[in-house]
């Protein structure tokens, strides 16, 4: 299973960005995607899921109403819309899979993870 992170960059508080994570490997409408960030000096952490249908979705408290996770599984691609960005939201960010049936926040719940793209919001 491969997972390739990519659209990450330096834009101004604010801005807005689209992440993009493609998948190979496995039957990618059968997964649960999640969305997870790091930023320097802290734990890795949940910011949304969406299910293999695309029909739930779940976000981290601190993106709700800015972020959007959606997929394309003709495309086997994950995306993570990201909207009023701020400085806090500074993270490499990663994709992940889990064979759930529903969308969850728990990192330990995801099998497979990918190299990240680092998003930094300058104020």
């Known amino acids: 299973v491969q997972l390739q992170a990519s659209g990450g960059g330096l834009v101004q508080a604010g801005g807005s960005l689209r992440l993009s994570c493609a998948a190979s490997?496995?039957?990618?409408?059968?997964?649960?995607m999640g969305w997870f960030r790091q930023a320097p000096g802290k734990e890795r952490e949940f910011v949304a899921a969406?299910?293999?249908?695309?029909?739930?979705?779940y976000y981290a408290d601190s993106v709700k109403g800015r972020f959007t996770i959606s997929r394309d599984n003709a495309k086997n691609t994950v995306y993570l819309q990201m909207d009023s960005l701020k400085p806090e939201d500074t993270a490499v960010y990663s994709c992940?899979?889990?064979?759930?049936?529903?969308?969850?926040?728990?990192?330990?719940?995801?099998?497979?993870w990918g190299q990240g793209t680092l998003v930094t919001v300058s104020s």
């Open positions: 969406i299910s293999w249908s695309g029909g739930s979705t």
């Open positions: 992940a899979t889990s064979g759930l049936v529903h969308p969850s926040p728990l990192l330990h719940r995801y099998d497979y």
């Open positions: 490997g496995l039957t990618f409408s059968s997964y649960v």
